[in-house]
């Protein structure tokens, strides 16, 4: 019994970083009135938040672990929309199909220069801190 609440616990605990971060960006959105996701802000905080060592992994792990094993849950909501809006999607599918093309590609491609270049910028990283010699 004990195992379980320590289990339900760290569920909460985890829960309530997430929404804390969530909460924090609304805050952030509403007050500087950034044209931006809270939602994003939220991610990009915790991200950072995670990369700084503020949060450790395993207060939020379990937390986490749910929500992914979960996800399809989350999107019944977003399927049961598309069907409320069919007609508008079968007028239009061409345009959203372009869209959605031109978008993931140009996600693709420009992730993968991000990573060129950050690789680069590690690489000569390396080399100037190690006095020039190549590995």
């Known amino acids: 019994m004990d195992n379980i609440l320590k289990k339900i616990l760290n569920f909460m605990q985890g829960f309530a970083i997430l929404m804390f971060f969530y909460c924090v960006s609304m805050i952030f959105v509403k007050i500087l009135h950034f044209a931006f996701s809270p939602a994003i802000l939220g991610l990009v905080l915790f991200a950072l938040a995670l990369i700084f060592g503020i949060i450790k992994e395993e207060w939020i792990k379990n937390t986490c672990n749910f929500f992914i094993d979960n996800m399809a849950m989350f999107l019944v909501p977003f399927i049961a929309g598309l069907l409320v809006y069919k007609s508008v999607l079968a007028q239009n599918w061409l345009v959203i199909f372009l869209v959605i093309f031109i978008a993931t590609t140009a996600t ?3 992730t993968g ?6 690789l680069k910028f590690l690489r000569l990283y390396k080399i100037k801190k190690s006095g020039g010699k190549h590995d």
């Open 113 to 118: 220069l991000f990573v060129e270049w950050g």
């Open 108 to 110: 693709i491609v420009f």
